[in-house]
Structures are given as structure tokens and as C-alpha cells.
């Protein structure tokens, strides 16, 4: 499975971006995708989870109310929808997606990486 992120860009807080997950290559219908975000000095952080079972997205307690995550099946695209973006909401953003039992949340139980794309809110 083959990941790409894109939709990143500069915004004034307040704004909204929608970032997309388009997956490619050998696809699973019952992969889990997610999306973890890294600001410059600190760890990759989980942001949201689509799992593919249809239980209801995870999200951060940060971003919750704020963003959601989405999926078109017949695209094999996931989104990102975020809305009042805020400055510390600077980061790198990945997607990632797993066709294991892992834990939903952990970083680790992720097999496949897309490449990142760049968020920015300016105060």
C-alpha cells in the first residue's frame, strides 16, 4: 500500500484546510487509516482514526470538534477536514494505515506511511 498525502498549506487562524490520504498499490478494504501530526521539537502525536469496521472515527482530544476525518471508498481517498485551525496546530501531517488488530491510537501499529504534508496557522 502506497500512501499520499497532500492538501497542506499556510493559513490564518481561524481558517480551515481539508488534507487527503489517496491510497494506491495492493489496497485492503479493511485497513485502518489515520492521521498523526509532528511539530518541529516534539513527537509524532495521533490526530484521528477512520476504522474501516465502521466504528465511529477516534480523535484527539485536541482537534475534537474541530476536525474529522472521512473516507470515499470508491476513491480509496481519506480525508482530513480541519476547521478553526489554531497556531499550535503547526505540524507535519501523515497519514497512515494498518491491516492489523493493533491498537488504533499507537504509532506503532501503523505498517504504511505516506510522506507528509505541511500545515501552517499563522497567528
Known amino acids: 500500500v502506497q500512501l499520499q498525502a497532500s492538501g497542506g498549506g499556510l493559513v490564518q487562524a481561524g481558517g480551515s484546510l481539508r488534507l487527503s490520504c489517496a491510497a494506491s498499490?495492493?489496497?485492503?478494504?479493511?485497513?485502518?487509516v489515520a492521521w498523526f501530526r509532528q511539530a518541529p521539537g516534539k513527537e509524532r502525536e495521533f490526530v484521528a482514526v477512520?476504522?474501516?469496521?465502521?466504528?465511529?472515527?477516534g480523535y484527539a482530544r485536541s482537534v475534537m470538534g474541530r476536525f474529522t476525518i472521512s473516507r470515499d471508498s470508491a476513491k480509496d481517498t481519506w480525508y482530513l477536514q480541519m476547521n478553526s485551525l489554531k497556531p499550535e496546530d503547526t505540524a507535519v501531517y501523515y497519514c497512515?494505515?494498518?491491516?492489523?488488530?493493533?491498537?488504533?491510537?499507537?504509532?506503532?501499529?501503523?505498517?504504511?506511511w505516506g510522506q507528509g504534508t505541511q500545515v501552517t496557522v499563522s497567528s
Open positions: 497512515a494505515a494498518k491491516a492489523n488488530a493493533a491498537d488504533l491510537y499507537k504509532i506503532l501499529s501503523y505498517e504504511y
Open positions: 498499490g495492493r489496497t485492503f478494504r479493511a485497513i485502518d
Open positions: 477512520m476504522p474501516w469496521r465502521g466504528d465511529r472515527p
